[in-house]
């Protein structure tokens, strides 16, 4: 019983391409978020919903999107991919947004860029 | 400049051995300080969570924040193989529960 997932777990593509990732909670949670982890293990937050409303945008290429259809999914949608964005992507989840609500996180999906 | 600085390591002990980690950060608005472990090829879990200044004591580990010297410290006595892992630092408190990580230290305990 995952609590947050992530698919693909694995995505390798070339430069240029446009590639979509899908998180999905079943915590119930009424928070999702986007987090980049690059190879020196650094995790920064990218973007943050709370009931399906972006709440949290931070300094992002505008060829990244995220999408929440509902409460439980956020997607990742990335145009015309770079190199520079090789890196392992997490989802998360919160119940609410108070600074001292848990951040539940998926298992990554590791974008490879060639 | 980074806000919350934590040294990579790697850091390796042997099993049963004390272990101290280590973060600093800048922002003292911020208020609530948390340790994640991540494990490889995992997501980072939660494994502390304090807020403002003091010790939190859960089992074999302890969280300690000392606000004078903005020092985070997380210690795990009786290491196990099982704690080898990267452990995170986080600072949040700045509003929309957007935390601030550091770089991870990397732990391996050896039987």
């Known amino acids: 019983d995952t609590a947050v997932s992530q698919t693909p777990k694995y995505l390798v593509t070339q430069m240029g391409n446009d590639k979509s990732i899908k998180c999905e909670q079943n915590l119930g949670h009424d928070t999702m978020y986007w987090y980049k982890q690059d190879s020196k293990k650094f995790l920064k937050i990218m973007f943050s919903y709370n009931n399906k409303e972006l709440i949290i945008n931070e300094t992002v290429p505008n060829r990244f999107s995220p999408k929440s259809p509902d409460k439980a999914h956020l997607n990742l949608h990335i145009n015309s991919l770079e190199l520079g964005d090789s890196a392992v992507y997490f989802c998360?989840?919160?119940?609410?947004?108070?600074?001292?609500?848990?951040?539940?996180f998926g298992n990554g999906t590791r974008l490879t860029v060639t | 400049q980074k806000e919350v600085e934590q040294d990579p390591g790697p850091l390796s002990v042997p099993e049963g051995a004390i272990v101290s980690l280590n973060c600093t950060y800048s922002n003292s608005a911020f208020q609530y300080f948390m340790w994640y472990r991540q494990y490889s090829r995992k997501g980072p879990e939660l494994l502390m969570y304090t807020y403002s200044s003091g010790n939190k004591e859960d089992g074999r580990f302890t969280a300690q924040v000392d606000k004078s010297s903005k020092y985070i410290s997380l210690f795990i006595r009786d290491s196990q193989p099982s704690d080898s892992a990267t452990y995170l630092c986080a600072q949040g408190g700045g509003g929309y529960n957007k935390l601030i990580f550091g770089a991870g230290t990397r732990l391996a305990v050896h039987p």
């Open positions: 998360a989840s919160s119940q609410g947004t108070g600074d001292n609500s848990p951040l539940h």
